[in-house]
């Protein structure tokens, strides 16, 4: 299997409405590694590590996110893998 890594923008209402603790669980569940951190402009910002499918599906999930949120727009930039990451985290 082909592994991936992208950083993602995510814009909408994605701060104070639990975002970046559901999809922390979403990447958990999916085994994607990688961290998730609220951004001063009211954005989401994530990096993203993993097998691609694992990847996709967290992506795929991300367009709607959790139902507290609106998301707008995701904006995907992929990146080369390092394999940088052991696991998901939460920054400040």
């Known amino acids: 299997m082909s592994k991936q ?3 993602v923008n995510v814009t909408g209402t994605v701060q104070g409405v639990n975002f970046r603790y559901v999809t922390y669980r979403q990447a958990l569940a999916l085994g994607v590694a990688g961290w998730v951190k609220n951004l001063p402009d009211g954005s ?3 990096c993203l ?3 691609e499918r694992a990847v996709k599906q967290l992506l795929d999930w ?5 139902s507290s949120a609106r998301v707008d727009e ?6 080369a ?3 940088e990451f052991d696991c998901f985290e939460i920054l400040r």
Not at 74 to 79: G, Y
């Open 5 to 7: 890594r992208v950083t």
């Open 44 to 46: 989401v910002q994530l």
């Open 49 to 51: 590590e993993g097998e």
């Open 62 to 66: 991300l367009h709607v996110g959790p």
């Open 74 to 79: 995701l904006t995907i930039q992929p990146e």
């Open 81 to 83: 893998y390092r394999g």
